[in-house]
């Protein structure tokens, strides 16, 4: 039976422009489909992604609940998209508070949103949530970007004794530092949930910056890509003395890599 990855991503091109990691976005999970894998991808549905031209549709049976974050009740929406020129089904997380006529870090003006982290609660928790009602169960799960952060610690505690998640090991991708300020004092707060304890969270700062969530996602993970050669340094180092098993930047011809890599980490 074939085994399954499951590709949390922050950035995919073409549904958002360019760069090293909306690239890595989408190649990743084509090349590993056609090395024999089982995937699954997510991406948040960011307000700039145009609808209409990407083909997204709403999966009704997929939507509906709610998520509550600080106190307050969240729809979660699920739509879907294929990739056309890789056929790549990718499963978007929506709601209108968080992604609605919203771009990804910061607005038209540059000012960062000061709810990015219950923005990426929330996503961290519908990725999971949805994998629940896919009955889907990962081997692998890839995890990419700031957005993705708190997916590892959500695996290993939280979501831990659901029968999706129980044997699914996590990896972390590095990539640069893509936040300027904290998620605010409130974010640990909105970041408990089930057995993910306030306890767990008091090695880190009290205001969670990119560095936090950077630490706070090694330490939740079984292994670590180096996804650019741009990667924060400090951040590279602490995944180094952790001894995870770690891909260095590989380039261009990354598919061997990370087939070997994976290959390793899910025989362990």
Known sequence: MAKKILFINQEINPYVEESEMSIMG???????????Y???????????INERRGQLHEVIRLSGMNLI??????????KVASIPTSRIQVYFIDNDDYF???????????????????RAIFFARGVLETVKKLRWAPDLVVCQGWMAAVIPLY??????????????????TLYESQLKNDLGENFKKCLEFREAKPELLK???????????GKLAIDYSDGIIEGSQKVNDELLKYAKAKKLPLI????????????AYFESLLSE
């Open 26 to 36: 989408r190649e990743l999970p084509r090349k590993v489909q056609e090395a024999g």
């Open 38 to 48: 089982e995937i699954r991808t997510f991406m948040p549905k960011w307000g700039t």
């Open 69 to 78: 974050i600080n106190d307050s009740d969240h729809p979660l929406i699920i």
């Open 100 to 118: 609605t006529k919203r771009k990804m870090t910061a607005d038209e003006s540059g000012i960062e949103y000061p709810d990015n982290g219950e």
């Open 155 to 172: 695996i290993k505690t939280a979501y831990h004794d659901e029968p999706s998640f129980a044997e699914s090991k996590v990896v972390t």
């Open 203 to 213: 090695p880190y700062k009290a205001k969670f910056d990119f560095m936090e969530l």
């Open 248 to 259: 260095e930047y590989p380039g261009e011809n990354f598919a061997e890599s990370y087939k």
